[in-house]
T-cell receptor
Framework: AQTVTQSQPEMSVQEAETVTLSCTYD???????LFWYKQPPSRQMILVIR????KQQNATENRFSVNFQKAAKSFSLKISDSQLGDTAMYFC?????????????WGAGTKLIIKP | AAGVIQSPRHLIKEKRETATLKCYPI?????VYWYQQGPGQDPQFLISFYEKMQSDKGSIPDRFSAQQFSDYHSELNMSSLELGDSALYFCASSTRGDLSNQPQHFGDGTRLSIL
């Protein structure tokens, strides 16, 4: 069974700083997807970034980038030039790639607070 | 762009009552997922449907049932409600056959409060 671990329950940084959220996972699958979702106080679930396991290049979306280490089963999220609107819960999620189902396996989340 | 629509946004019920949550997926999405997120918890997968058939089952209580209709919308039926059912219920949709279209797209959720 797959598991996702986020070891940082809460983090706090000053606005404009860079912050890295950690995520590790356990799987025997070779093909899978990894995601970071953001859940602001409004509690919407918003996709931040995705990574296909077969791609060696780390995904980047504007100020958000990942450090994907497949051998180490690590998938950290880096937020550059953090903004007050980045304050949210961040969930790391795993999805295996097959035909049966695309269920997301979630980490416990990291609460990120951006201070002015 | 059209998103996943969930209704109602908020619902208040008393113990032992029933509730029905509705989900309207993004057009042309054939798969619907239901998640339950308790206060301070990560989302827990309940159940999913593909082409109107149940495709996977997670931690859905026996008191709950769900189905997907011919227009691909889905309903989550909850009976004998308990205080512990108070949570945010997310619906997500995707197209199974198109891996490049993953991940699942989430609705804004239905906040269910049991008094």
């Amino acid at each position: 069974a797959q598991t996702v671990t986020q070891s940082q329950p809460e983090m706090s940084v000053q606005e404009a700083e860079t912050v890295t959220l950690s995520c590790t996972y356990d799987t025997s699958e070779s093909n899978y997807y990894l995601f970071w979702y953001k859940q602001p106080p409004s509690r919407q679930m918003i996709l931040v970034i995705r990574q296909e396991a077969y791609k060696q290049q780390n995904a980047t979306e504007n100020r958000f980038s990942v450090n994907f280490q497949k051998a180490a089963k690590s998938f950290s999220l880096k937020i550059s030039d953090s903004q007050l609107g980045d304050t949210a819960m961040y969930f790391c999620a795993f999805m295996k790639q097959d035909d049966s189902n695309y269920q997301l396996i979630w980490g416990a989340g990291t609460k990120l607070i951006i201070k002015p | 762009a059209a998103g996943v629509i969930q209704s109602p946004r908020h619902l208040i019920k008393e113990k032992r009552e029933t509730a029905t949550l509705k989900c309207y997926p993004i057009p042309r999405h054939d798969t619907v997922y239901w998640y339950q997120q308790g206060p301070g918890q990560d989302p827990q997968f309940l159940i999913s449907f593909y082409e109107k058939m149940q495709s996977d089952k997670g931690s859905i209580p026996d008191r709950f049932s769900a189905q997907q209709f011919s227009d691909y919308h889905s309903e989550l039926n909850m009976s004998s409600l308990e205080l512990g059912d108070s949570a945010l219920y997310f619906c997500a949709s995707s197209t199974r056959g198109d891996l490049s279209n993953q991940p699942q797209h989430f609705g804004d959720g239905t906040r269910l409060s049991i008094l």
